[in-house]
C-alpha cells in the first residue's frame, strides 16, 4: 500500500531526534512549483531577446527615417530658395540654383548607392569598447576626431586597423583611415585616437550627417562599428 506521509529524521549528536512527517501532495506541489518556475524563466528569456531584437530593428528603421527626413528638408529648403528667386525675378541667380539642385539630383542618381542598413548597423564581438567620441570642426573644412579605444581582454594584446566612413547629406559615403602612417595597431590595454579629417573639395562639416567607426581585425573581420550623427559629436 502506497505510503501516506513521508518523514524525515534529522539526528546530531548534541540534539534530540527530530521528525519532520510530509504528504505526497506537497512533494508533488514543489515539484510543480519548481517546473513552473523554470518554464517561466524560459519564457520571459524568450520574450526578452524578442523585445531586444525588435528595438534594435525600431532603432535601424529610425535612423534611417531620420535621415531621409534630413534630405527632404535640404531639397525643401532648395525649393524654397528658388521659389524666392522667381518672385524677385533675377533669371541669373534662377540659373545658378537650378543648375546647381540638377546637378545633386544628378549625382545621387548617378552615383552608387549606400547600403545605409550596413552603415547603422552596429557591431559588437565584445573584445574592445569606445569611449568619449568627440568632433571639432576647424576653419579649414576639416574635421578632428578623437575618441578613446579599450582593450576588454587585457590578457590579449588587440592587433587591428581603425576607419571611418562619413555619409554626406546626398547620402555619398567617404571612407577615411585613422591608422595614418603605420596601418595594423596593436593595443594592451587602452589607445587614445586623434585624427584630422580632410573633407574632399567642395564639402564642409555642414554637409556630413553622420559617421560610423569601425575597428577591423588584421584579417578584415569587423570587431566593432557604431554610427554616430554628427550633431551628437560636433563641438
Given at each position: 500500500m502506497a505510503a501516506d506521509k513521508y518523514s524525515v529524521i534529522l539526528m546530531r549528536d548534541d540534539h534530540t531526534v527530530k521528525h519532520f512527517h510530509f504528504r505526497p501532495f506537497w512533494i508533488r506541489l514543489f515539484l510543480y512549483g519548481l517546473l513552473f518556475l523554470v518554464a517561466a524563466s524560459l519564457v520571459f528569456g524568450y520574450a526578452s531577446v524578442k523585445l531586444w531584437l525588435k528595438t534594435n530593428h525600431l532603432q535601424d528603421l529610425n535612423d534611417k527615417q531620420e535621415f531621409l527626413l534630413h534630405q527632404k528638408?535640404?531639397?525643401?529648403?532648395?525649393?524654397?530658395?528658388?521659389?524666392?528667386?522667381?518672385?524677385?525675378?533675377?533669371?541669373?541667380?534662377?540659373?545658378?540654383?537650378?543648375?546647381?539642385?540638377?546637378?545633386?539630383?544628378?549625382?545621387?542618381?548617378?552615383?552608387?548607392?549606400?547600403?545605409?542598413?550596413?552603415?547603422?548597423?552596429?557591431?559588437?564581438?565584445?573584445?574592445?569598447?569606445?569611449?568619449?567620441?568627440?568632433?571639432?570642426?576647424l576653419k579649414d573644412n576639416s574635421l578632428t576626431l578623437r575618441f578613446d579605444l579599450k582593450n576588454l581582454n587585457e590578457d590579449k594584446p588587440l592587433r587591428g586597423k581603425a576607419d571611418v566612413s562619413l555619409l554626406t547629406d546626398n547620402a555619398r559615403l567617404?571612407?577615411?583611415?585613422?591608422?595614418?602612417?603605420?596601418?595594423?595597431?596593436?593595443?594592451?590595454?587602452?589607445?587614445?585616437?586623434?585624427?584630422?579629417i580632410h573633407l574632399p573639395q567642395g564639402l564642409s562639416g555642414s554637409d556630413i550627417f553622420a559617421l560610423r567607426i569601425s575597428i577591423s581585425g588584421p584579417q578584415g573581420k569587423e570587431y566593432f562599428g557604431l554610427a554616430y550623427r554628427l550633431d551628437d559629436l560636433i563641438s
Open positions: 528638408k535640404i531639397q525643401l529648403n532648395r525649393l524654397e530658395n528658388i521659389e524666392k528667386v522667381v518672385a524677385f525675378r533675377d533669371p541669373d541667380q534662377l540659373e545658378k540654383l537650378i543648375t546647381g539642385q540638377l546637378t545633386d539630383l544628378y549625382t545621387e542618381s548617378a552615383g552608387p548607392k549606400t547600403d545605409l542598413r550596413k552603415f547603422y548597423a552596429p557591431v559588437d564581438t565584445k573584445q574592445l569598447s569606445i569611449e568619449n567620441v568627440t568632433l571639432e570642426q567617404i571612407e577615411h583611415s585613422l591608422n595614418g602612417e603605420n596601418q595594423i595597431f596593436q593595443i594592451k590595454h587602452y589607445k587614445t585616437f586623434d585624427s584630422t
